[in-house]
């Protein structure tokens, strides 16, 4: 099943309905992943437009709604990594309120970030070396290697607060029959990591807990050297419940409509299972045209 999110659109509407109006008219999306800029004056036009039968929602990203103090997406705060464990119990808290919209909205699926290690962030950076021709120079090598070294050495403790919340908001979302996505991130710092997260789904064991692949962020740390992009999948593929479809310019030019830059989705999509969401989750910048010509590709290539 193909859906589209609104982190496309959220931004520029002040009335849910006329939010989802525009993917479902413009682009002819009826499935909709709420994304995480989900302000609480967006919610009485979702309801309508849910309670109408207009709109189907395949899933849900965390927070959403946002917190009411929050104004803008903010899917990385708080976090279940924080080191003080009031962040902890409110980034808890504010999931446990995702997963019961989903509930009534009938959305089958969460999409959850997990946190970091904190240390700087070097994405930024080696996209910015690469771009200026500078990939695996020198400079580059060091940065990579300090941030490696600085990342295993913080990790453990961050990963362990980070299970600890999950263990609750896992039987939290089983009881509501809600599974939940744990994205693949594109920065390096963030968590779980490739190396972490078969460990941690192990850990949980559950078949409310699974993967939930991004094809951009995952594309990014390949160009980076960080690891590579279908081997990825091979492994872990086949516990993906869901995926956020994007494309990207290399080497760091995210959330492009599919089949607008590098990724080779002719043969990483074939090693997702059959019953895989795709989540179309576009730049705001993308226009109705640019997307509505990625659809038509897509559904020659991958026909439902």
Known sequence: MIS???????????????MLREIKDAIGFNHIELGHGIRISLMPGIQKMYEAGEVT???????????????????????FSAG???????????????????????????VLHCGDVPMNPITDELIALAQNGQLLSRSYVRRKIKAVKRREEGAAWHLERVKECLKPIVEYAGSRNIRLGIEGRRGYEEMPNER??????????????????DFGHIQI???LGFLDHEEWLRLIGRRAFGCHLQDVIWPG????????GHVDLHNLVP???????????MSPRKTVDEIRRSVAIWKQHFPE
């Open 4 to 18: 589209f999110s609104t982190c496309w659109n959220s931004g520029r509407h002040k009335a849910g309905d006329d």
């Open 57 to 79: 929602f395949s899933s849900l990203h965390n927070f959403c709604p946002l917190p009411l103090e929050v104004t803008q997406a903010s899917p990385d705060g708080p976090k």
């Open 84 to 110: 003080t464990s009031a962040e902890r119990e409110r980034a808890v808290k504010q999931t446990f309120r995702t997963i019961d919209f989903a509930a009534r909205l009938g959305a089958p699926f969460v």
């Open 196 to 213: 972490e997260l078969p460990a941690l789904l192990d850990e949980l064991n559950s078949p409310f807990a699974g993967y939930w692949h």
């Open 221 to 223: 740390k390949e160009n």
């Open 253 to 260: 030019q995210d959330h492009q409509p599919p089949f607008a």
């Open 271 to 281: 090693l997702l299972p059959r019953s895989c969401l795709f989540v179309w989750e």
